[in-house]
């Protein structure tokens, strides 16, 4: 059971375009994490948000987490070749110190 | 580089042979985990170590088992490797702030089952 659901699954688009990934659920989180995975690596965390409602910018990212605490958005803006990746989403709970993982969006920008 | 360092980064087995994969992390986090990546599947949990001493099963367990040293080590052992274990692993561990769990990963073995 896929308790994050991430889409689109794969996006691809022209570099200078907007564009937005989602992260739902049914259930509640104390926290949820954003995480950008390049070919051959790790993923990296590129963002935590704790609070319903709260809005945090990278730059070009702006990361959402919905008021109720059981989704979250990422917005690219003008979004350039260094933007491909696969994102991850992931949410936390104060109940125990797993992590639950959304499959992931695979987003490629074409020059 | 200070992080999450993991041995090796690739691998071949056959079918019934065994392995033991190696995670090290110098950032005195207490808790660590092993995921394995699939397509299409995202980061599914195999196990975690919440502290120094203590193991527990993850979403996906069967067919491994994990060692917790000591703080910075954290091993994963598949006693006889099957071809559906081919995937990418990867070790990750964390502080374990109040309210949030963020993970710092190392690079992923990439184990094929032949």
């Known amino acids: 059971t896929q308790l994050l659901e991430q889409s689109p699954q794969f996006l691809s688009i022209q570099e200078g375009e907007n564009l937005t990934v989602y992260c739902n659920s049914s259930?509640?989180?104390?926290?949820l994490q954003w995480y950008r995975q390049e070919p051959g690596e790790g993923p990296v965390l590129l963002v935590t948000?704790?609070?319903g409602g709260e809005v945090k910018k990278l730059k070009r990212l702006t990361f959402q987490f919905g008021d109720a605490r059981k989704d979250s958005s990422l917005h690219i803006t003008a979004a350039q070749p260094g933007d491909t990746g696969l994102y991850l989403c992931?949410?936390?709970?104060?109940?125990?110190?797993?992590?639950?993982w959304g499959a992931g969006t695979k987003l490629i920008i074409k020059p | 580089n200070a992080g999450v360092t993991q041995t090796p980064k690739f691998q071949v087995l056959k079918t019934g042979q065994s392995m033991t994969l190696q995670c090290a992390q110098d950032?005195?986090?207490?808790?660590m985990y092993w995921y394995r990546q699939d397509p299409g599947m995202g980061l599914r949990l195999i196990y975690y170590?919440?502290?120094?001493?203590?193991?527990d099963k993850g979403e996906v367990p069967n067919g491994y088992n994990v060692s917790r040293l000591n703080k910075r080590e954290f091993s994963l052992r598949l006693e006889s490797a099957a071809p559906s274990q081919t995937s990418v692993y990867f070790c990750?561990?964390?502080?374990?702030?109040?309210?949030?769990?963020?993970?710092?990963f190392g690079q992923g073995t990439r184990l094929t089952v032949v």
């Open positions: 990750a561990s964390s502080f374990r702030t109040v309210g949030t769990t963020e993970a710092f």
């Open positions: 950032m005195n986090h207490n808790s």
């Open positions: 170590s919440a502290s120094e001493g203590t193991t």
């Open positions: 259930s509640v989180f104390s926290s």
């Open positions: 948000v704790v609070t």
């Open positions: 992931a949410g936390g709970r104060d109940s125990n110190y797993q992590l639950i």
